[in-house]
């Protein structure tokens, strides 16, 4: 597959993503964490525009002089933005407007593709890696969306809750082990400067925690019994009044979550999702055991099978030795958020075929839960 083909196929993707959108869901926006997909649309655009088109094509036209500052995310180096928290304001530009604008910037991007040399391709390739971020980030955040609707409004099935099989102890000898990303293919910065690292002996369990499992927590008292939670996690709990992971709801005497499929009964042998860090920390406190490091899940991923969630590893999201962030507004991409915030490894039934691998390194502030987020347990032997 040409670096052309690759291009169009994953923007293609985005769009495909939406449907079954009308054009009202286009615009949702129930928290400053989440944006709309209207957004998510736009901003991808704007990043090979900003990033590509502008520094690489002299002949190339900005499609509009304020989208710059209606589709930036966070990149300082690139001025003003709108406030995240307002960007489901924006009636305007239109859904349609936005699709113009993600044809013209493709057509501009495909011509630039027939002459492009190696710099110019590996920026396209970050490029649309980071729209595979988003496209994740389309679906997690409607999901957040519409949830606020009673309705239980269906829009795509992306199979959120399939059973895992029965699983066991998998075991780890100590020993030295190379941690980080290898090879010539894509990565992001924050995998790079592999080195050595030096684990214990250790268990890690084959398959994640299920909702079942999940639920005996809960009802045996583990939302009331602060012996279980980090002192943050504790106050989190009872400032919100959680009861149970984000999207669950008992009706009668059943459990139901919310889905982008719609509402749903509680499936027992699933792995559980939308737990945060403090929660999953609890819950294997309960059981006596801990998180994986995310050494520990690295080195032993390759025995068992990983994909359907983002696992919380009991890691902080700091740099490898050696790492550097790039000059320029890239450089802001991973490097500033190095701070308050834990690694997930794996990935889950919304990422995009083919963006993830043992080495990524997903994170997010502990308190966060509307990732496709689940639990792996380990032990210290």
């Not at 998510?40 to 520094?55: C, K, S, Y």
């Not at 102890?169 to 080195?195: A, Q, T, V």
Request: hydrophobic share 35%.
């Amino acid at each position: 597959m040409t670096i052309a083909d690759r291009y169009r196929k994953v923007r293609n993707h985005s769009t495909l993503l939406c449907k079954d959108l009308i054009t009202e869901d286009y615009s949702l926006q129930a928290s400053e964490e989440v944006s709309p997909p209207k957004w998510h649309l736009a901003h991808t655009t704007w990043f090979f525009e900003q990033f590509i088109l502008v520094p690489y094509d002299l002949e190339y036209k900005v499609a509009h002089p304020q989208f710059n500052f209606l589709f930036n995310s966070y990149y300082n180096a690139h001025g003003a933005r709108t406030a995240r928290n307002q960007r489901g304001l924006m009636t305007r530009p239109s859904v349609e407007e936005v699709k113009a604008y993600r044809d013209y910037v493709d057509a501009a991007m495909i011509k630039l593709l027939d002459k492009s040399d190696s710099e110019l391709i590996d920026l396209v390739i970050l490029g649309y890696n980071h729209e595979q971020q988003h496209q994740e980030l389309l679906l997690t955040d409607l999901k957040y969306n519409l949830w606020f609707n009673p309705l239980d409004i269906s829009v795509i099935d992306i199979k959120e809750y399939k059973n895992t099989l029965k699983g066991d102890w998998l075991k780890i000898d100590s020993g030295i082990y190379e941690i980080g990303y290898e090879g010539n293919g894509f990565c992001f910065d924050n995998e790079l400067g592999r080195h050595k690292v030096y684990l214990q002996d250790f268990e890690i369990f084959s398959s994640l925690v299920t909702n079942e499992e999940y639920l005996e927590f809960m009802e045996a008292g583990g939302y009331q019994n602060s012996n279980y939670w980090h002192d943050e996690g504790w106050a989190w709990v009872n400032a919100n009044h959680i009861k149970a992971p984000l999207y669950w709801e008992k009706q009668g005497q059943e459990w139901t979550y919310y889905t982008l499929a719609g509402r749903q009964n509680l499936k027992p042998n699933a792995p559980v999702s939308h737990v945060n860090f403090y929660e999953a920390s609890a819950y294997a406190a309960w059981r006596g055991l801990r998180l994986p490091t995310e050494f520990e899940w690295e080195i032993a991923s390759g025995q068992f099978e990983w994909g359907e969630r983002w696992e919380w590893t009991n890691s902080a999201y700091l740099p490898y030795p050696g790492f550097a962030t790039a000059p320029g507004a890239l450089g802001e991409y991973n490097g500033k958020f190095m701070i308050n915030q834990m690694v997930l490894r794996g990935g889950s039934v919304a990422t995009s075929e083919g963006h993830s691998r043992p080495t990524y390194r997903n994170f997010f502030h502990p308190h966060y839960r509307w990732q496709f987020m689940g639990i792996r347990l380990a032990k210290t032997l």
